[in-house]
């Protein structure tokens, strides 16, 4: 374990040393680390799905696969809130001497909370529509490596945080099939007030 966490700061610690060296790294990490712009672009995303899709068959699923990702969202979140109360994790800007892009939160950084929200909404679109769950994949993937470039996590607290979005969207997932037709009702409802 104790050589885990020594690695674990190693790579924080080799991965920070990029700041400082170039405008336009610092620039584009300052951006990607933020709170808003991951997010947001992940949502403006799910947004699109929600409206769009080829046929009206398609266009179901998709919004099946948003519905259980803004689900997942929520519980991942809870899952987090929940084991921070149980596991302190001091961030790795406390332990180091480290440049950051960002603000310094005083949460515990394990299990990484930006991972579990932004994997969980990855996995359930993934569940849904797989070739649409890309651009969330490679954004979560962003936004995870900017947190620990950026030295608010360590590699392990995200690959915790991602395990654990990646379990709540397919606990969920499974859910929705299993509490059919309460999915239906609740999407033919948002038809209904021309939402969908």
């Keep these: 374990m104790e050589t885990l966490l020594e690695l674990d700061g190693r790579i924080v610690v080799w991965l920070n040393r ?9 620039g584009a990490g300052s951006l ?22 080829p046929d009206s068959h398609a266009r179901g699923r998709n919004q099946r696969a ?17 084991l921070d109360q149980a ?15 960002f603000y310094a939160p005083t949460d515990s950084s394990f299990p990484a909370n930006p991972a579990a929200v932004a994997f969980a909404m990855a996995t359930a679109v993934w569940l849904g529509n ?14 995870c490596l900017a947190r620990v ?18 379990g709540v969207a397919w606990l969920v997932t499974l859910g929705m099939r299993r ?3 309460v999915p239906t ?4 409802g948002a038809r209904f007030l021309h939402l969908a």
């Excluded at 950026?150 to 990646?166: E, H, N, Q, R, V």
């Excluded at 009702?185 to 033919?188: D, G, I």
């Design 179 to 181: 509490i059919e037709p």
């Design 87 to 101: 596991v302190f994790r001091a961030r790795p800007f406390t332990q180091f001497d480290l440049a950051t892009l």
């Design 66 to 82: 948003v519905l259980a990702a803004a689900i997942a969202l929520g519980f991942a979140n809870l899952a987090v809130l929940l």
């Design 18 to 26: 990029g700041i400082g060296h170039s405008a336009v790294l610092d």
């Design 130 to 143: 797989r070739r649409s769950a890309i651009p969330l994949f490679c954004l979560a993937g962003v936004w």
């Design 149 to 166: 470039y950026s030295g608010l996590f360590y590699p392990s607290d995200i690959l915790a945080g991602g395990l654990i979005g990646a």
């Design 185 to 188: 009702w609740v999407l033919n």
């Design 32 to 53: 990607a680390v933020s709170d808003y712009f991951v997010p947001l672009s992940m949502c403006f995303w799910m947004l699109g799905l929600w409206f769009f899709g």
